[in-house]
Antibody, heavy 122, light 107 residues
Framework: EVQLVESGGGLVVPGGSLRLSCAAS????????MNWVRQAPGKGLEWVSS????????YYSDSVKGRFSISRDNAKNSLSLQMNNLRAEDTAVYYC???????????????WGQGTLVAVSS | EIVMTQSPATLSVSPGETATLSCRAS??????LAWYQQKPGQAPRLLIY???TRATGIPARFSASGSGTEFTLTISSLQSEDFAVYFC?????????FGGGTKVEIK
């Protein structure tokens, strides 16, 4: 079964750090670009970051650029998001998501994890 | 940044009827558009990619069309499980952007 399972969410104070992980199974992880998407409580979806298959290329939304870092370990079928200098507006459910195809990093997301909640509050 | 605007924000439809959802882009592109369905407490589910191609396992009552700046998702003969929030997304250019969503509710 193709599956993505996020972990690492929790409550953190403003200015703090958190590292999210996403464990992939059921497919050739190294063949697909991967992504993080977040959803603030009661709000819509916001793309956060993407990483190419080998990790050579990374992309970030302006709202997280310079604070968040995406990475992957293809040997461990794992995706990570290091989040530093967290703000209240970073509070959201964070989803990892897989590209639909292994052709182009610019792609729709056909596999999603269940999400992990990050709450930034003092 | 390509801004995606969805309308209406809420659509009240009776079961068995057809729902038509719109998504407008601030810049023109051909087909790098996706539609997702999200139910409360669940992750989004890909319905449509390439503006009109149904994802694996998506029923034929879901159809989509459009190019340029105007895109449409049509849900025919609405079933109870179709009442949800629908998001469009462009993946033509960075940053990837989503529309604000359309909630399809029971009339």
């Amino acid at each position: 079964e193709v599956q993505l399972v996020e972990s690492g969410g929790g409550l953190v104070v403003p200015g703090g750090s958190l590292r999210l992980s996403c464990a992939a199974s059921g497919f050739t992880f190294s063949a697909y670009s991967m992504n993080w998407v977040r959803q603030a409580p009661g709000k819509g979806l916001e793309w956060v970051s993407s990483i190419s298959t080998a990790g050579s290329y990374t992309y970030y939304s302006d709202s997280v650029k310079g604070r968040f870092s995406i990475s992957r370990d293809n040997a461990k079928n794992s995706l990570s998001l290091q989040m530093n200098n967290l703000r209240a507006e970073d509070t959201a459910v964070y989803y990892c998501a897989r590209d639909t195809s292994n052709y182009d990093i610019l792609d729709a997301f056909n596999i999603w994890g269940q999400g992990t909640l990050v709450a930034v509050s003092s | 940044e390509i801004v995606m605007t969805q309308s209406p924000a809420t659509l009240s439809v009776s079961p068995g009827e057809t729902a038509t959802l719109s998504c407008r882009a601030s810049q023109s592109f051909t087909s790098n558009l996706a539609w997702y369905q999200q139910k409360p407490g669940q992750a989004p589910r890909l319905l449509i990619y390439g503006a009109s191609t149904r994802a694996t396992g998506i029923p034929a009552r879901f159809s989509a069309s459009g190019s340029g700046t105007e895109f449409t998702l049509t849900i025919s003969s609405l079933q109870s499980e179709d009442f949800a929030v629908y998001f469009c997304q462009q993946y033509h250019h960075w940053p990837l952007t989503f529309g604000g969503g359309t909630k399809v509710e029971i009339k």
